[in-house]
């Protein structure tokens, strides 16, 4: 029997785990899931925006792999405490694969950004996904006007949230603390600005032309920021993706005089009224270079107009403007975080590999492993992990013989207890499923998430 242990249990763990269990070139694989939260399925179930339904229905796929006799989850046990070392864990597995994403969010390198009120998106998305590392936190919606830095994915997700009315996440698993405060916000503009144009935007097309669909909300187009874009005359040479994206944001700074009702893609439904509660303002072109402060919190964000440099990039004009902001959150991309015991590539904010196998001074180690962001970098959508998990599993088997003939323990979980670790088998995380649904019963909604250590754990323990 080879015993695997995959670390973290977010995408990429899971469809290591599933990669592993379903192959038949090596029989009896058994595959321990580890994770440092009492909780599985990753930035599936905290990174992915409440008002997502279908995306967060990922779960379910994931739930059947854990779910396999030959797969056990085990929540609560982190990698670097109480001596559980990478070393360690090869002593008690043939094999680790470690799956433990990009944590760490990029930091824009300005004077003023650790201002009050300047967060990392990260941490707003932990807040409202009730991850409890971010417990207590909490964020300060008084203020008027938001600014999110960042033109992908995640900066469209919280600027969403922070227009989206309170009422349309009551229904999700949405934190009541973070439903609160979202209710009682006093933001009514939300500006999302990025560096380069919106034919280099990351975002997808999708989650765009939802900010357009949100009640009460008026998007808006500087027609100005779109005729920096070379593509702007000329969208042909763009991926397709970017062709759409420039459709909707062509259709919002064109259209600008009457977007009510509107049903083509540059549309935004009632979100168009002159009576909108709230306003989205995409800017382009626009890098920042300060945060500027009142009494120690942010007041606003100064940026520098940029342009095209002809090769790709942009650079600066000399010319620049304010955007009041009384709250700013940064997006601009995630990194590796550093494992104690593992070798870390810092600037690229990975592990090491070749094709999944750890390198140790440019030669593999025996039974390490990497897959997901740790092993590439934060790049692709949720289903680039299954070929990315694919390609590490072929390598893990191709060395299975050598790795086999290592003894290892019978019951690593047993050994976990024995260095004072408590574990959470798959029947705590569903006592704490069963916790967060009695939660939102209390509540008057549906299931609502448990956002701190002591509740999850507390939870987890009531198993019997």
Not at 49 to 55: G, T, V, Y
Not at 161 to 176: C, H, K, M, N, S
Not at 428 to 451: M, T
Request: contains cysteine; charged residues 25%; proline residues 6%.
């Amino acid at each position: 029997m080879l015993r695997v242990a995959v670390v973290g249990s977010g995408p990429s763990g899971v469809y290591t785990a599933q990669s592993l269990v379903q192959q038949s070139v090596v029989p009896g694989v058994r595959v321990d899931v580890l994770d440092r939260l009492p909780c599985p399925y990753g930035l599936v179930r905290y990174g992915v925006a409440p008002d997502h339904e279908k995306i967060k229905s990922l779960q379910q796929n994931l739930r059947a792999v854990l779910e396999d006799d030959r797969v056990e989850f085990i929540g609560n046990v982190e990698v670097g405490v109480r001596g559980l070392t990478p070393a360690r864990l090869l002593e008690l597995y043939h094999a680790v694969v470690y799956c433990v994403g990009a944590a760490r969010d990029r930091r824009l390198g300005v004077p003023g950004e650790d201002l009050a009120g300047s967060h990392s998106a990260t941490d707003f998305v932990s807040w409202y996904s009730a991850h409890p590392d971010a417990a207590g936190n909490g964020f300060r919606l008084d203020g008027r006007s938001a600014v999110v830095i960042g033109v992908g994915n995640v900066a469209v997700d919280v600027t969403r949230i922070l227009a989206r009315g309170a009422d349309e996440l009551r229904a999700t698993d949405v934190p009541q603390a973070a439903l609160a405060a979202l209710a009682a916000s006093g933001v009514r503009e939300v500006h999302m600005v990025g560096r380069r144009g919106p034919g280099q935007a990351k975002f997808t097309t999708k989650e765009l032309r939802e900010l357009g669909a949100l009640p009460g909300t008026r998007v808006e187009v500087e027609p100005e920021d779109l005729a920096l874009d070379p593509s702007f005359a000329d969208p042909s040479a763009l991926p397709a993706v970017n062709r759409r994206n420039l459709e909707v944001v062509r259709g919002w700074a064109t259209d600008a005089a009457d977007r009510s009702g509107a049903g083509d893609a540059g549309g935004s439904g009632d979100a168009g009224a002159a009576e909108a509660a709230r306003r989205i303002r995409l800017r382009f072109f626009l890098r920042p270079v300060e945060l500027l402060g009142e009494n120690g919190r942010v007041a606003a964000v100064r940026f520098e107009r940029t342009e095209p440099d002809g090769s790709g990039g942009v650079r600066g004009t000399g010319r620049y403007e304010e955007i009041e902001a009384q709250l700013v959150l940064r997006a601009v991309g995630y990194k590796g975080v550093a494992l104690a015991g593992l070798p870390f590539d810092e600037a690229r904010g990975t592990v090491p590999n070749e094709a999944g196998r750890v390198l140790r001074d440019g030669v593999p180690s025996a039974g390490e492993y990497v897959a997901g962001w740790i092993k590439r970098g934060p790049t692709g959508v949720i289903g680039t992990n299954r070929p990315c998990a694919k390609e590490t599993v072929t390598s893990l088997l191709a060395d299975a013989a050598e790795l086999a003939g290592r003894p290892v323990p019978a019951d690593p979980v047993g050994a976990l207890r024995d260095q004072g670790l408590e574990p959470v088998a798959w029947r705590g995380w569903l006592s704490i499923e069963r916790a967060e649904s009695a939660l939102g019963l209390s509540l008057g909604r549906g299931r609502v998430k448990i956002p701190d250590w002591a509740g999850l754990r507390t939870a987890a323990r009531e198993d019997t």
